[in-house]
């Protein structure tokens, strides 16, 4: 898997704020998509807009994406083996909804190890999270139908 595509990616989806604001879900998050917790003593409990240096957005982003690259390794034993395009898929939206939410989506974890892509997107497209943030799952839907269409 191409890392810096998977981080131009999520940057994109996500975007980038170097302030401290409330994500769709109404959770305290800053930088790219970062979820705010208790861990990060120096700015939870501090209100929306406070600021963010661009060091604390970097190091927060490269924690992140090593913390979801594991997840999937977790969710996906076979995560390694997958193609390229499934694994910035998977990745993809396991940044945005953590190991517990995409641990969720059964079906689509039975169709990914099948490797039976056109499954795995119908059950992308049967979900909560497909009405959430539509733009983006029509797209990595997309991007999982082809995998394995011939050219």
Not at 15 to 25: F, Q, R, V
Not at 103 to 116: G, H, L, N, P, T
Request: aromatic share 10%; glycine share 6%.
């Amino acid at each position: 898997m191409n890392l810096i595509q998977l981080q131009d990616e999520l940057a994109n989806d996500e975007g980038i704020k170097y302030e401290l604001y409330t994500c769709s879900e109404n959770h305290l998050t800053g930088g790219i998509g970062h979820l705010i917790t208790e861990w990060d003593t120096e700015y939870y409990g501090k209100p929306v807009g406070t600021k963010v240096p661009n060091e604390q957005v970097n190091d927060w982003f490269e924690r992140d994406i090593k913390v979801t690259l594991s997840d999937c390794k977790i969710i996906f034993e076979e995560f390694d083996s997958l193609p390229s395009e499934a694994q910035l898929v998977i990745a993809n939206m396991c940044f945005q909804l953590g190991r517990p939410r995409l641990s969720k989506f059964k079906k689509f974890i039975a169709a990914v190890k099948d490797q039976d892509w056109n499954r795995a997107a119908d059950e992308m497209e049967d979900s909560t999270w497909r009405w959430q943030t539509p733009e983006r799952a029509k797209r990595l839907i997309s991007r999982i139908e082809v995998i394995g269409v011939p050219i």
